[in-house]
C-alpha cells in the first residue's frame, strides 16, 4: 500500500500569500491518479483537482496542482480569506484509494 | 443537479446495530460507484469502500473488511453503511462519495454527501 505524506502540517500565512502544500508518496505512482480536497472547518471535504494538475469545476484559478512521480504540489497563488481550511491529497486508481494526514492552512 | 443526501445523526450504545443510508438524485444512480468515508474527530479522511449499485458489487478497504457492511438498494438510489456491533471507536463522520467516472471503482470522487455523524458514548 501506497503511504502519502502531507508537509507541512500546518502553514500559517497572511492573507494574499502564496500556499505551497506538498504530498510525498512512498513510491512512485502515475501522475493522472493524484487529487487534492479542501475542507472548510464543519464543512463536507470538496474536490479542487483531479489528474495531479486538473481544476474541477468552479474552482478559481489561484488553485494549482503539479507534480509527478513521488512529489506532488498544490498551490494557491494569493490565497484569499476563504481558502483557510485543511487540505488533503489523495491516491487513486489503485486500491485501496488512500488519503494523506493533511494540511492546515491558517491564518497568520 | 447531483446530490448525496445522507441520513440524519445517530447515537447509539456499544453492540447496538446501526445503518446509515445516502440517497442519490440527480445522475444515474447504477452507473457510478458510490464509496463510504470515514472522519474520526479532529483526524483525516479514511476511504472505507465501495459498492456498485448497479449490481451491488462492494469492495473494501483492508482496514473496514469485517467491521461494516455496504449495501445499496438500486431501487430506491439509495447505499448504506452498516454495523452489527458498535464500538465507541465507531465515533465519527461518515461522507458518502461518488466516484467520478461511470464504472470506474478507482476514480476520484467527484460528488460528497453532507456527511452523518455517529456518536458511541463508551
Known amino acids: 500500500e501506497i503511504v502519502l505524506t502531507q508537509s507541512p502540517g500546518t502553514l500559517s500565512l497572511s492573507p494574499g500569500e502564496r500556499a505551497t502544500l506538498s504530498c510525498r508518496a512512498s513510491?512512485?505512482?502515475?501522475?493522472?491518479?493524484l487529487a487534492w480536497y479542501q475542507q472548510k472547518p464543519g464543512q463536507t471535504p470538496r474536490l479542487l483537482i483531479y489528474?495531479?494538475?486538473s481544476r474541477a469545476t468552479g474552482i478559481p484559478d489561484r488553485f494549482s496542482g503539479s507534480g509527478s512521480g513521488t512529489d506532488f504540489t498544490l498551490t494557491i497563488s494569493r490565497l484569499q480569506p476563504e481558502d483557510f481550511a485543511v487540505y488533503y491529497c489523495q491516491l487513486y486508481g489503485s486500491s485501496p484509494l488512500t488519503f494523506g494526514g493533511g494540511t492546515k492552512v491558517e491564518i497568520k | 443537479e447531483v446530490q448525496l443526501v445522507q441520513s440524519g445523526a445517530e447515537v447509539k450504545k456499544p453492540g447496538e446495530s446501526l445503518k446509515i443510508s445516502c440517497k442519490g438524485s440527480?445522475?444515474?444512480?447504477?452507473?457510478?460507484?458510490i464509496g463510504w468515508v470515514r472522519q474520526m474527530p479532529g483526524k483525516g479522511l479514511e476511504w472505507m469502500g465501495i459498492i456498485y449499485p448497479g449490481d451491488s458489487d462492494s469492495r473494501y478497504s483492508p482496514s473496514f473488511q469485517g467491521q461494516v457492511t455496504i449495501s445499496a438498494d438500486k431501487s430506491i438510489s439509495t447505499a448504506y453503511l452498516q454495523w452489527s456491533s458498535l464500538k465507541a471507536s465507531d465515533t465519527a463522520m461518515y461522507y458518502c462519495?461518488?466516484?467520478?467516472?461511470?464504472?470506474?471503482?478507482?476514480?476520484?470522487?467527484?460528488?460528497w454527501g453532507q456527511g452523518t455523524l455517529v456518536t458511541v458514548p463508551s
Open positions: 462519495v461518488r466516484h467520478s467516472e461511470v464504472g470506474d471503482s478507482l476514480s476520484h470522487f467527484d460528488y
Open positions: 489528474g495531479a494538475s
Open positions: 440527480g445522475y444515474s444512480f447504477t452507473s457510478y460507484w
Open positions: 513510491q512512485s505512482v502515475r501522475s493522472t491518479y
